[in-house]
């Protein structure tokens, strides 16, 4: 990925419960987005949030606290992102996938750092 480069980034919203052949569906996600190449990925996990059932989810409250909301973050090339999007339609049984253009202003790697001697 590069600057120059047209970048998208892919937000999914989906339940901490939620999974794909008893694995978490946020883990599965950002293990096909790895498997892809793409640039990178993160999950977070949200203290509070309602979708589409506009049921609350809250840590306040321990009966709803096993569902909370779970975000996956995943930035790459348009093209990329697009050719990724088949596979949350596979995925996703409940939640909400959004695109967003970003501007990259830093992108690099940390340093393999030798064991010292």
């Known amino acids: 990925m590069r600057a120059q480069d047209t970048v998208l980034r892919l937000t999914v919203y989906i339940g901490e419960a939620d999974q ?28 509070e949030g309602f979708g589409a059932s506009h049921h609350i989810h809250t840590t306040r409250m321990l009966s709803l606290s096993e569902h909370l909301p779970v975000s996956v973050v995943i930035v790459d ?41």
């Open 20 to 47: 794909w052949h008893h694995r978490p569906l946020y883990s599965e996600i950002i293990h096909r987005a790895h498997a892809a190449g793409l640039a990178g990925a993160a999950a977070f996990r949200g203290f």
């Open 77 to 117: 090339t348009e093209d990329r992102i697009r050719a990724f999007l088949p596979q949350l339609d596979e995925l996703i049984q409940a939640g909400m996938a959004i695109l967003d253009p970003v501007e990259v202003v830093r992108y690099v790697g940390r340093r393999s750092q030798a064991p010292d001697a």
